[in-house]
Nanobody, 124 residues
């Protein structure tokens, strides 16, 4: 069992930055692929970024590539999402998710554990 708790969301103006954190507890954090998803009102949940066990492999959705950076600190059991140059279209609830073992997991149903989510609102 893994428990995930996100923090760092809030209200920011377009062009600004936020850093989301996801603290994990429970089983060995370094055994999990971690993902950040977001869901805006009326839209499907989408994978924003993903990071491998070691942090050596990452994936970004085209919509955030070059603006967002995912990273992890396995010693602290935390995964981060640094979001720069934020746009109003980035407004959503952001959730971190964990999937045991390595893989290119792109769909929400492939993840085993979820945090409660944190709201990010970008004003124009």
């Amino acid at each position: 069992q893994v428990q995930l708790v996100e923090s760092g969301g809030g209200l920011v103006q377009a062009g600004g930055s936020l850093r989301l954190s996801c603290a994990a507890s429970g089983r060995t954090f370094s055994s999990y692929t971690m993902g950040w998803f977001r869901q805006a009102p009326g839209k499907e949940r989408e994978l924003v970024a993903r990071i491998s066990w070691s942090g050596s492999s990452t994936y970004y959705a085209d919509s955030v590539k070059g603006r967002f950076t995912i990273s992890r600190d396995n010693a602290k059991s935390v995964v981060y999402l640094q979001m720069n140059s934020l746009k109003p279209d980035d407004t959503a609830v952001y959730s971190c998710a964990a999937r045991y073992y390595s893989g290119r997991y792109a769909n929400s149903y492939e993840y085993d554990y979820w945090g409660q989510g944190t709201q990010v609102t970008v004003s124009s």
